[in-house]
């Protein structure tokens, strides 16, 4: 047998053909991944990957600019279309004035000083010229105790209207409370003299020069008080009182017995 058949029977033609085939293939599919990974247009897996999460963040980037510049123009759009609408609407300064003073007079008469404060501001601001709101203030500020930024408001009513009817009074009655008695004195005087048929203010007269150490002159106002208004129970007590610092008992004791008449006197009519 030839050298050129043993090598044919062991290797024969067909097995060898598949064996050359299947390196062939082989050589030419690495040869192609080869190209394929240089060409170019390919990319890796991880280099696409990170290209497709940065066009997502462009795209959420664009989104967000849309919808701010969106909700930007809709507010300024939204904000000239009420300044328009509150136009068509706005009150006069004299409508104003008026909602203002129902608020905090309301706001009085519901025992709510604290409330009724922030509208009299308001009512002062819209008529600078009115006592009327600066006198309310007072009152409100009295019921919350500030004796003293009440007297001040009185004052500033007094000095746009020197006449008012009533800021001179409720300036004095406060001024007796913080025991200014001196102060109370120039004030009542002048009370007393313009309205001398009110015992209230002859009253407020006896306590404060009574309170200044002048018992004569106390006494004096308070008598007027009593002459003026005799069923008035705390006029006759603080007369007893008086009568009893100057020694005159018997004076003190009609004055009490007049006390407890007047408080049997209304108990039955309670009854």
């Known amino acids: 047998m030839t050298k050129e058949e043993r090598k044919k029977k062991d290797f024969p033609v067909d097995e060898l053909g598949d064996v050359g085939a299947a390196a062939d293939a082989g050589a030419q599919k690495a040869e192609s991944a080869k190209v394929s990974e240089d060409a170019p247009g390919s990319a890796k897996p991880g280099k696409a990957k990170k290209r497709a999460v940065e066009v997502e963040d462009l795209v959420e980037d664009t989104s967000s600019f849309y919808w701010n510049t969106f909700l930007l123009l809709g507010g300024r759009l939204l904000n000239r279309t009420l300044d328009w609408y509150n136009g068509l609407f706005s009150l006069t300064p004299k409508e104003k004035v008026k909602v203002y003073r129902n608020l905090s007079l309301r706001s009085l008469k519901r025992h709510a000083p604290e409330e009724a404060m922030k509208y009299l501001k308001e009512w002062a601001r819209c008529d600078k010229n009115d006592p009327e709101p600066i006198y309310q203030m007072g009152l409100a500020l009295a019921a919350l105790g500030e004796h003293q930024r009440a007297v001040n408001a009185f004052d500033k009513v007094l000095r746009l209207r020197p006449n008012h009817p009533t800021a001179n009074y409720r300036k004095c009655a406060l001024l007796v409370k913080i025991k200014n008695f001196t102060d109370a004195i120039a ?54 009182f008086m009568c009893v610092r100057r020694d005159d008992h018997k004076t003190a004791a009609e004055h009490f017995t007049k006390v407890m008449e007047l408080e049997r006197s209304q108990d039955d009519a309670d009854e």
Do not use: N
């Open 187 to 240: 004030g009542l005087t002048q009370v007393v003299a313009e309205r001398p048929e009110d015992p209230r203010g002859f009253y407020l007269l006896g306590l404060s020069y009574d309170g200044d150490g002048q018992l004569e002159k106390g006494i004096e106002a308070m008598q007027k008080a009593v002459d003026l208004d005799p069923e008035e129970i705390k006029y006759h007590q603080h007369l007893g």
